[in-house]
């Protein structure tokens, strides 16, 4: 079952390890902007419903998750080694409205203030960055927990590797592990890619075997376990499905390598440099004033290190 936190709890931990929290910047950013509708501007006009959806949920996730270490992984913009494969790639999402845009750098301000280490490459998803971190993390004995709203993820998901969705403004976090993901998608978390490979994904913009959908995937997938396996076993396929496989056997497996995360991608997991330890509360809240943002003070504070903590007399040296 899915395994929801509830607001006075922490993520699962497990026989004390460290635990890593990578959070996954611009789904982030996208939930946090149509999450606050409501019209948050400074006093010059700038719009900072974002900034502060985004501050309010890393506040929150800092305060249930307790990490040990954390780190912020960010898409660029320019084409990825996905798009130079496909086109259109991604070619149907629509255009955020320019109020979201404009506040993308206030909210890599906020994330350098905090001193949160950031992850990014130029060719490479923010996905990319996630997966090799995950997996980087649990060569050292760091239990990953990867916050994302995004089904590929779950393809990373093992004894160790956790993804979260964030639900509520993540005051109700949903925890997927292994056993999560079979029973809310029917295939294993390594089965994840190929389930993606003969569905398609109409969200990333490319398709799998047309006429087989999410039933067919997983009874497929339950049967013969693997992509590779189904086509090992094409001819004991019959009729409409035995088809469709048949004519689109290389569009199924283009969109297996569409699918695929990267866990090596160039970077690399650096305790240091994702530390809890290293997080900076009183540039983030001078930064957050600058903004015009002081709803979020006595919440900033409960996160608040008490040796890291700042008096309102001191406030005013920022």
């Known amino acids: 079952m899915e395994k929801s936190q509830n607001e006075n709890s922490a993520l699962i931990r497990e026989e004390d390890k460290e ?31 974002a900034l502060y959806g985004f501050a309010s949920m890393l506040i929150n996730i800092i305060e249930m998750d307790e990490p040990d270490y954390i780190a912020v992984a960010f898409d660029m913009q320019g084409p990825t080694f996905r798009h130079e494969a496909h086109d259109d790639y991604k070619g ?80 109700e976090p949903i925890i997927y592990d292994r056993e999560s993901v079979m029973d809310k998608y029917g295939v294993a978390p390594e089965q994840v890619v190929d389930y993606k490979a003969i569905v398609g994904d109409t969200s990333d913009n490319y398709k799998g075997v047309d006429g087989i959908g999410p039933k067919g995937a997983e009874k497929l997938l339950k049967e013969y376990g693997t992509l590779d396996n189904v086509y090992a076993n094409i001819n004991n396929i019959t009729g409409s499905m035995h088809e469709r496989l048949v004519k689109d056997k290389d569009q199924a497996f283009f969109a297996q390598h569409l699918a695929k995360i990267l866990v090596s991608a160039p970077c690399t997991f650096n305790k240091v440099d994702t530390s809890f330890e290293a997080l900076n509360f009183k540039a983030v809240e001078a930064y957050l004033h600058e903004m015009e943002v002081t709803s979020l003070d006595k919440r900033l504070l409960k996160i608040t290190p008490p040796e890291k903590q700042v008096s309102e007399d001191q406030m005013s040296l920022f």
């Open 19 to 49: 635990r890593l929290v990578v959070i996954d910047g611009n789904h982030l950013i996208h939930r946090a902007f149509y999450a606050i509708q409501a019209p948050l501007k400074t006093s010059d006009g700038k719009p900072t419903n």
């Open 92 to 171: 149907t999402r629509k255009k955020a409205p320019d109020e979201l845009y404009e506040q993308i750098p206030m909210i890599h301000k906020l994330v350098e203030a905090f001193n949160i280490a950031v992850y990014k490459k130029e060719g490479y998803e923010a996905d990319d960055m996630m997966g090799t971190l995950a997996v980087q993390a649990k060569e050292e004995g760091v239990v990953p927990y990867l916050i994302t709203g995004d089904m590929d993820l779950l393809q990373l998901v093992d004894e160790t590797i956790r993804v979260v969705f964030p639900h509520k403004g993540y005051r």
